[in-house]
């Protein structure tokens, strides 16, 4: 059974950081993408960044130069770095694996974790 668990969520305070783990297991995702996506109450799902399997990264605007994913292919885990946190990024994060490279849209995704939530306080 194939799953992704992510971690890391909490609260903090804006100009704070926190770190989201998101480890899978049930099979190999090397040659998947990872993705990032967040949703806050009321909104739509929203990308945040994604890896390939190449190692190319993907940000969506509001994150660049914050937000650092990276991946540990060896413990089949994926990770999101967020600094400098804004109350702008208080969401439910979700991880998720893609076969392919339409890595910002949500619809190309197979398997999603449940999500860790994120709150920042201003």
């Known amino acids: 059974q194939v799953q992704l668990v992510e971690s890391g969520g909490g609260l903090v305070q804006a100009g704070g950081s926190l770190r989201l783990s998101c480890a899978a297991s049930?099979?190999?995702?090397?040659?998947?993408?990872m993705g990032w996506f967040r949703q806050a109450p009321g909104e739509e799902r929203e990308f945040v960044s994604a890896?390939?399997?190449?190692?190319?990264?993907y940000y969506t605007d509001s994150v660049k130069g914050r937000f650092t994913i990276s991946r540990d292919k060896s413990k089949n885990t994926v990770y999101l770095q967020m600094n400098s946190l804004s109350p702008e990024d208080t969401a439910v994060y979700h991880c998720?694996?893609?076969?392919?490279?339409?890595?910002?849209?949500?619809?190309?995704?197979?398997?999603w974790g449940q999500g860790t939530q994120v709150t920042v306080s201003s």
């Open positions: 998720a694996a893609a076969p392919g490279l339409q890595v910002r849209l949500p619809s190309s995704y197979t398997y």
């Open positions: 049930g099979r190999t995702f090397s040659s998947y993408t």
């Open positions: 890896m390939d399997w190449s190692g190319a990264t």
